[in-house]
């Protein structure tokens, strides 16, 4: 069972680390109000000069990136361009990432106090992207609600099949683990938000893009997801343009390849904060909103990582708790709510690989591809991967 740190399967008890440990419900001990309480005032604060200064910053590094990559293979040995032009899509993808992450914040309500402005930011930020903001921002807050939650949960909702079924097997081999990487990197942005994939699986078929989805949106939501659409079709517009200024190959190098980027990042960075062989999920009668969020784990992309992306990454638990704080307030408030929750803390961090957490990040990413394939209910009543 959860307290104990193992769970009963198959009549055997199946030792599990520290991160199983699952919050009693009811429970006196550990509560939203008390969490609150043991963070400082000033993590709540949205501050405009902070939000816009990332921003600012954000979209200068983007032009830098641009710029330098432009300057260095025109006066460089063509020998090097390979190599340039890899260093540029490493951070030009996180920066995206973190161009992204302040859009996400924007839907939120935590970049700053004011909706109008949050949504109009948000709106060109995502739109550049080429994420729905409006109809995405919906479905997202109902990833937060539901966490972890296997019927109503809204993004990487796990497998129910046998773990001896010939495709879950496969799923956990090399060739399987690869396989789902190479989707996730290419179609699997675009999957989901056409067909609802990964997440609930009695959604499955529902669109972000058509506003008559009743699974995933109310009659009041219907013009925000047309505005969302339109957003898409001015940045699609916008591509097209540039394609005949500048060419295919240069938007391409340019823009098309960090943004793909960073929708690979989005789906590991989301798959990762909720998803460990030690973590469980819940059905209904297990399930409640507080248990939920503190099934999210915080890990990291290492110092260089975790800065690009506004350390979504490492300050998750504090953003599922209390999701309009400021990305900067949950970093801040990560090491109070870490002491508060004690052993009901969840945080996984990668052992570096050549010395480097980035890549330590990207082994345990493939770690849990290979680990977390399916789920099965087990006498605490919770459901496992097994």
């Known amino acids: ?5 193992h769970s009963a399967a198959s009549g055997q008890l199946k030792q599990r680390g520290p991160l199983s440990i699952t919050l009693a419900q009811p429970s006196d001990e550990i509560t939203k109000k008390k969490i609150r309480e043991c963070i400082p005032k000033e993590c709540f604060v949205r501050s405009y000069v902070h939000s816009f200064g990332a921003l600012f910053w954000d979209l200068t590094m983007v032009a830098l ?39 996400h914040e924007c839907g939120h309500g935590g970049f700053t106090d004011s909706r109008i402005v949050n949504d109009g930011v948000g709106f060109v930020v995502h739109s550049a992207l080429l994420a ?41 081999t090399t060739r399987g683990v690869w396989t789902r990487i190479i989707i996730i990197a290419t179609v699997g942005w675009w ?30 939501d219907a013009n925000y997801v047309r505005a969302s659409n339109v957003g898409m079709a001015l940045a699609f517009l916008g591509i097209g343009i ?60 290492g110092p260089i990582g975790d800065y690009l992306t506004h350390h979504i ?38 052992k570096p690989v050549l010395g480097s957490q980035y890549l330590g990040y990207l082994k345990d990413f493939y770690d849990v591809l290979q680990t977390t394939v399916s789920v099965q209910k087990e006498e605490d009543g919770y459901l496992w991967f097994q």
Do not use: C
């Open 1 to 5: 069972m959860g307290k104990g740190g």
């Open 65 to 103: 990136a641009g710029y330098a990559v432009h300057y260095a293979t025109q006066n460089l040995p063509a020998a090097a361009s390979p190599f340039l032009w890899l260093a540029y899509w490493w951070f030009q993808g996180l920066v995206a990432t973190g161009l992204w992450v302040i859009g």
């Open 132 to 172: 729905p903001y409006f109809s995405w921002a919906i479905t997202h807050a109902k990833h937060h609600h539901y966490t972890n939650h296997m019927t109503m949960g809204e993004t990487w909702v796990p497998s129910t099949a046998n773990p001896e079924k010939k495709s879950v097997k496969a799923a956990k």
């Open 191 to 220: 999957a989901y938000l056409i067909t609802n994939r990964t997440g609930a699986k009695s959604n499955l078929g529902q669109s972000h893009f058509n506003p008559n989805s009743r699974a995933l949106f109310k009659k009041k």
């Open 242 to 301: 540039a394609i005949k200024t500048f060419g295919f190959w240069n938007v391409f190098f340019y823009y098309q390849i960090p943004q793909m980027e960073a929708n690979f990042y989005l789906a590991m960075i989301t798959l990762m904060q909720h998803t460990h062989p030690d973590v469980p999920h819940f059905e209904d009668e297990q399930w409640t909103w507080l248990r939920g969020a503190l099934s999210t784990v915080d890990r990291s992309m």
């Open 313 to 350: 990454v490492d300050s998750h638990v504090v953003h599922h708790t209390f999701s309009d704080m400021p990305y900067y307030g949950a970093k801040a408030a990560t090491p109070y709510v870490k002491e508060y929750l004690g052993k009901y803390y969840k945080e996984s961090m990668p």
